[in-house]
């Protein structure tokens, strides 16, 4: 019964993190050997840039006399503020905790589920066909259809087509299914038409059933990842993270590295608020939270923190990407300059600020002011030198990612039936 694998997705999940190395060396250095709990943490990243605050409720794994875990037992405590991954309380103890059997738990946050969530693994419904008026003779109507089986298709004075990914493409395959190039003067009413569906057009979300989904949304995100992680191997393995001599697949890895860092931190911030909000489905998925906490951590910046920070590792990959791409200007550095004029003294201007740090001067009249205005509106943008054993240990964050990002969509899957 899909109720019933609830708690034993839980208990699989602890069971795994149980097995951890990093668990095991926790456990010997507490040197754990009483009655107890150990509470997991229900936040493993630095939060920074989130609208929730971290659930009050924490899984707890029962410790027997001689230091053995049940995880077959498990409970969720509540009542302490925990910073830690993981924190051992002696039953007993003074710590204010409010104990709870899994099961009440379980079915208290079930009734707390909701629809938005599932959301995530609704299917996309990409049948909606969108029209759109041509003010023109030639040609009175476009159709976006995207079941259709061929980019473009012509039939009186209604054009067909699949897909407005490229007008280029479009307007070739317009002449040639009119057999005769296209008048001047229809390229404009085409090309608004074209823009005109492109912003209307929209595709249908369908919340689940009873039964899992076929293509949820999650699970296409899934895929996106896992494509990327696959490109990101590859140029990897090619250039060894050094931006010589494999150049051309060193730059690759910088383009992919920053496209998925950009994705993956917006994720990874909307699973973190979902398991506030939600935090059923970290318990179904605490395992995973874990591995992509410790491969954060392995990063050679995140010794900074005692958390990972997604800013700092997206800071550190645009930084990285910078280098290489916006070098076009040979300047390192903010420059300044004193100008000695008759009237205002000395006046000091700070060409090339990184562009992060730029500063708007002070409104002042003067002779030159717009060449001024001019020279001050270059920018650099900010760069950093990034080891090669960076990029190896962010393949672990990347796959890491994609395994939590699974694994939510698994977890909600089951919960959706669960209710």
């Known amino acids: 019964m899909p109720k019933e694998a609830v708690p034993e997705q839980i208990e699989n999940a602890v069971q795994a993190l149980t097995k951890r190395p990093d668990f095991e060396a ?3 250095g507490e040197k754990i050997a009483g009655d107890g709990l150990v509470l997991i943490n229900n936040s493993f990243i630095y939060r920074q840039n989130l609208k929730t605050n971290k659930s009050p409720y924490y899984l707890a794994v029962p410790v027997a006399p001689g230091g053995t875990l049940d995880t077959k037992s498990l409970k969720v405590a509540e009542g302490l503020h925990i910073n830690n991954d993981l924190r051992f309380v002696k039953t007993g103890g003074k710590a204010p905790l409010v104990v709870e059997e899994l099961a009440p738990s379980i079915d208290r946050e079930l009734g707390k589920l909701g629809a938005i969530v599932m959301v995530l693994i609704g299917e996309v419904d990409n049948s909606v066909k969108t029209s759109e008026a041509i003010p023109h003779s030639l040609f009175s109507q476009i159709v976006l259809d995207p079941a259709s089986t061929t980019l473009l298709s012509a039939h009186e004075q209604v ?15 317009l002449e040639k299914a009119h057999g005769a190039a296209l008048p001047d003067d229809f390229a404009q009413p085409f090309a608004t038409a074209i823009e005109n569906v492109r912003k209307r057009h929209y595709a249908i979300l369908k919340l689940p059933g009873r039964t899992p989904p ?21 140029s990897l393995k090619a250039s060894r993270g050094l931006p010589t001599p494999r150049t051309s697949d060193f730059n690759d890895l910088l383009r992919i590295a920053y496209n998925f860092a950009s994705d993956a931190v917006h994720i990874i911030r909307l699973l973190v608020s979902l398991c506030d909000l939600k935090p059923i489905i970290r318990w179904c998925t605490i395992d995973e939270w874990f591995r992509l906490a410790d491969a954060f951590r392995s990063l050679p910046w995140s010794k900074l923190k005692q958390k990972p920070s997604l800013d700092a ?7 990285a990407r910078n280098r290489a791409f916006h070098r076009l200007l040979p300047v390192d550095n903010t420059l300044r300059v004193d100008l000695e004029g008759k009237t205002l003294g000395i006046v000091t201007l700070h060409l090339f600020p990184e562009y992060l740090a730029r500063r708007t ?4 009249e003067y002779e ?18 990034v080891s090669p054993q960076f990029w190896t240990r962010n393949l672990a964050v990347m796959k890491s ?6 694994a939510t969509s698994s977890a909600l899957k089951l919960l959706a039936i669960a209710q």
């Open 26 to 28: 926790w456990i010997k």
């Open 159 to 173: 054009i067909t087509i699949q897909s407005v990914a490229d007008d280029e493409a479009l307007w070739a395959q």
């Open 214 to 234: 076929e293509s949820p949304l999650l699970d296409s995100f899934v895929a996106a990842f896992q494509d990327t992680v696959r490109q990101y191997e590859k």
């Open 313 to 319: 590792y997206q800071q550190t990959i645009n930084a």
């Open 361 to 364: 001067e002070e409104t002042i």
């Open 368 to 385: 030159d002011k717009a060449l001024v205005e001019i020279l001050t509106d270059f920018t650099r943008v900010g760069e950093r030198s």
């Open 401 to 406: 990612t994609t395994d939590l990002l699974t």
